[in-house]
């Protein structure tokens, strides 16, 4: 007979319990990041695609559901539930909000719901450190830094890369949102520590071309940046939003993925390449790849050409983040459990 199986406790983490969780430990999480792109290159993940609920009353709005399950030293199940709504940004609070469902590995139950946009943005931000740090082992180390999009990915990459020892000479800004732009000169300009001179660039073009490593992190639903002549530099590009690229762009560079079934869909600019070229050539041998064939040596990433990597944003992050979160706060006996959450749980009354 097997062993008498019992549900975990049910607890729900706050939003100011993730950012505690979570300040301060940029290199951490950097490495954790690392270690699950490695865990799901090998096959010790389930990522399926994600799925979009949208609404015919509010067509720039949509809910996205990412679920997926982790292996590795992780070992959890669970679901991010993430919602878009860009009119809020008027309204004056944040675009996205999001929860997090923890599961169970060996039930299958739910065992802690925490607030997920702080995890959300710290995974993107975390793979985005990551890799800037791998895209440029064979160049020098880029001093000038451009961000295209200032709201509050750009934020928290900046603060990734800071934490987790870069340092630049140069930070440039571009938003098409000129109060953002100034905000985020502001917010770098009072940043503990940061000691580059900050630029605010009336285009994308010249942002782009004084920077050797480039951050797009907007909106954009649709390519905005159709010049290969910008990139003649070959800078190294964190392609962060998808979408912000036309398919000459990265036709001349080398693409680096994160997952490729994830990424070639949804109209992200590889997807556009690969719908203009019909076919993934583009990633074959030298020209490109995953970040998991970066990290294990499969691809040898070129410092003279233009690096653009394009992460589609997987689940299995969010699972990595989101467990880090609930360990730090379970050691803690910070744990917010919900007593009697599953009540039945006698299988015949």
Same mark, same amino acid.
């Given at each position: 007979?097997?062993?008498?199986?019992?549900?975990?406790?049910?607890?729900?983490?706050?939003?100011?319990?993730?950012?505690? &969780? !979570?300040?301060?430990?940029?290199?951490?999480?950097?490495?954790?990041?690392?270690?699950?792109?490695? =865990?799901?290159?090998?096959?010790?993940?389930?990522?399926?695609?994600?799925?979009? !609920?949208?609404?015919?009353?509010?067509?720039?709005?949509?809910?996205?559901?990412?679920?997926?399950?982790?292996?590795?030293?992780?070992?959890?199940?669970?679901?991010?539930?993430?919602?878009?709504?860009?009119?809020?940004?008027?309204?004056?609070?944040?675009?996205?909000?999001?929860?997090?469902?923890?599961?169970?590995?060996?039930?299958?139950?739910?065992?802690?719901?925490?607030?997920?946009?702080?995890?959300?943005?710290?995974?993107?931000?975390?793979?985005?450190?990551?890799?800037? &740090?791998?895209?440029?082992?064979?160049?020098?180390?880029?001093?000038?830094?451009?961000?295209?999009?200032?709201?509050?990915?750009?934020?928290?990459?900046?603060?990734?890369?800071?934490?987790?020892?870069?340092?630049?000479?140069?930070?440039?800004?571009?938003?098409?949102?000129?109060?953002?732009?100034?905000?985020?000169?502001?917010?770098?300009?009072?940043? /503990?520590?940061?000691?580059?001179?900050?630029?605010?660039?009336?285009?994308?073009?010249? %942002?782009?071309?004084?920077?050797?490593?480039?951050?797009?992190? +907007?909106?954009? /639903? +649709?390519?905005?940046?159709?010049?290969?002549? =910008?990139?003649?530099?070959?800078?190294?590009?964190?392609?962060?939003?998808?979408?912000?690229? /036309?398919?000459?762009?990265?036709?001349?560079?080398?693409?680096?993925?994160?997952?490729?079934?994830?990424?070639?869909?949804?109209?992200?600019?590889?997807?556009?390449?690969?719908?203009?070229?019909?076919?993934?050539?583009?990633? /074959?041998?030298?020209?490109?790849?995953?970040?998991?064939?970066?990290?294990?040596?499969?691809?040898?990433?070129? &410092?003279?050409? +233009?690096?653009?990597?394009?992460?589609?944003?997987?689940?299995?992050?969010? %699972?990595?983040?989101?467990?880090?979160?609930?360990?730090?706060?379970?050691?803690?006996?910070? !744990?917010?459990?919900?007593?009697?959450?599953?009540?039945?749980?006698?299988?015949?009354?």
């Amino acid at each position: 007979m097997s062993a008498a199986k019992q549900p975990p406790p049910f607890s729900v983490i706050s939003g100011a319990q993730v950012q505690a &969780a !979570l300040t301060g430990r940029e290199q951490e999480i950097v490495d954790l990041v690392e270690e699950a792109y490695r =865990w799901h290159g090998a096959g010790d993940s389930v990522n399926p695609p994600s799925y979009f !609920l949208t609404f015919p009353d509010r067509p720039t709005a949509r809910i996205i559901a990412l679920p997926a399950s982790l292996g590795g030293k992780v070992q959890v199940d669970g679901l991010k539930w993430i919602s878009s709504f860009p009119e809020n940004v008027a309204a004056g609070i944040p675009r996205a909000s999001a929860v997090l469902i923890l599961n169970d590995h060996d039930t299958g139950y739910p065992f802690a719901c925490l607030e997920s946009s702080i995890i959300s943005a710290t995974r993107t931000a975390a793979s985005a450190a990551l890799g800037a &740090a791998r895209l440029s082992a064979s160049r020098a180390r880029p001093r000038r830094v451009g961000f295209i999009g200032t709201g509050l990915i750009a934020r928290y990459i900046h603060a990734f890369l800071a934490g987790s020892g870069w340092t630049f000479d140069e930070i440039g800004v571009h938003d098409t949102h000129a109060p953002s732009a100034d905000g985020f000169r502001g917010y770098l300009e009072g940043r /503990a520590g940061e000691t580059a001179r900050v630029t605010v660039h009336d285009t994308a073009e010249s %942002l782009i071309r004084s920077s050797d490593l480039v951050v797009f992190a +907007t909106v954009a /639903a +649709t390519p905005h940046v159709a010049e290969p002549s =910008w990139f003649d530099h070959h800078p190294v590009v964190l392609h962060i939003s998808l979408r912000d690229l /036309a398919p000459e762009i990265l036709l001349d560079a080398v693409n680096v993925l994160d997952d490729v079934e994830h990424c070639l869909k949804a109209n992200t600019s590889p997807h556009l390449l690969e719908q203009q070229t019909g076919s993934r050539d583009f990633l /074959a041998g030298e020209r490109g790849g995953t970040l998991a064939d970066v990290l294990t040596g499969r691809l040898q990433v070129p &410092a003279d050409r +233009t690096v653009i990597f394009s992460p589609f944003g997987l689940g299995v992050l969010d %699972l990595a983040v989101g467990k880090y979160v609930y360990d730090a706060v379970q050691a803690a006996g910070e !744990l917010t459990v919900i007593p009697g959450f599953f009540h039945d749980l006698n299988r015949h009354g």
